[in-house]
């Protein structure tokens, strides 16, 4: 990591995850301020906004537009971490809000991760089929 640009000009990709990561954190203590709730939820609100991120602008935007097959797994599985980090935020926080629902919370996360699972295992083709490629 000797320099902060890529050789095409491109922002290095690791520089940039810690830099939205660090604006998430802010956001973060941001909002606990302002609600003036528990300092404990700074870390599931930063899971939350730095899933949603990476669920928007990496998997779903950043993906290889003009070939879906080849970047159909990368992307699946970045689609399920942000996703995961997501999911993790918001049980915190609902455990915050209504406390004393842990088994239900438990439960929305395993029906979530078994959902998830299902969608990753569909065969890739049958996806993609339908999807015309843009040239």
Not at 43 to 62: F, K, T
């Amino acid at each position: 990591m000797r320099y902060i640009m890529s050789p095409d000009g491109k922002r290095n990709q690791l520089i940039q995850a810690i830099g939205f990561s660090i604006i998430a954190i802010g956001l973060a203590v941001l909002l606990v301020t302002y609600f003036e709730a528990s300092m404990l939820l700074i870390v599931p609100i930063a899971l939350l906004v730095i899933g949603a991120y990476v669920m928007i602008a990496v998997g779903i935007l950043g993906r290889n537009k003009n070939n879906w097959n080849a970047g159909e797994k990368k992307t699946g599985r970045i689609l399920f971490a942000g996703s995961l980090l997501a999911v993790v935020g918001v049980l915190f926080i609902a455990n915050y809000v209504w406390p004393g629902n842990e088994i239900i919370l438990l439960a929305l996360a395993l029906i979530w991760l078994g959902l998830s699972v299902m969608l990753m295992s569909k065969k890739t083709d049958s996806f993609a089929s339908g999807r015309k490629v843009a040239n």
